[in-house]
């Protein structure tokens, strides 16, 4: 049999379609994943769409998703941050933005964007066209080692 190998580092990311009250509740995620936006970003405050990955209001394709659930669901569709990336390391996990003394060991999130936010084409009627019903998001990460 062979010996299993323990990785350092775990990414867990994707189109969880979990809004933040489930991620709340979900007692199934470890509790030493990093949300990657939440630790650059902050979260997300109320009135602001900062962080929606499905934004109604900015992508008619998430709207008319919407639309259609909610009619079959008898439910009010509404923006949320359904993509996450967490990561889980057995070295400190830091934001590039913080003070560069919380930098110098560990994983370092250099860069965390969303992308996709632009329409690709437009429709001879004028509507615009998204990659996707959903944003996606991008991080870079950096080691820093202590040798």
Do not use: C
């Not at 499905?54 to 909610?70: C, G, K, M, Y």
């Not at 560990?106 to 509507?127: H, L, Y």
Request: proline share 6%; hydrophobic share 35%.
């Amino acid at each position: 049999m062979q010996e299993a190998h323990q990785a350092d580092a775990y990414l867990f990311l994707g189109d969880f379609n979990m809004r933040d009250v489930e991620k709340e509740n979900n007692e199934r995620l470890d509790a030493n994943y990093v949300d990657l936006w939440q630790a650059v970003h902050g979260p997300i405050e109320p009135g602001h769409s900062d962080g929606f990955t499905f934004d109604l209001a900015r992508n008619p394709t998430a709207r008319q998703i919407s639309e259609r659930v909610t009619a079959i669901k008898r439910t009010t569709g509404y923006s949320s941050r359904f993509d996450r990336i967490y990561f889980r390391s057995s070295a400190p996990v830091t934001a590039a933005y913080r003070p560069p003394e919380m930098n110098s060991a560990g994983w370092e999130v250099t860069d965390m964007k969303m992308i996709g936010t632009e329409p690709i084409f437009s429709t001879p009627d004028g509507q615009s066209v998204f990659p996707s019903d959903h944003f996606g998001l991008a991080t870079t990460l950096r080691h820093n080692s202590t040798s």
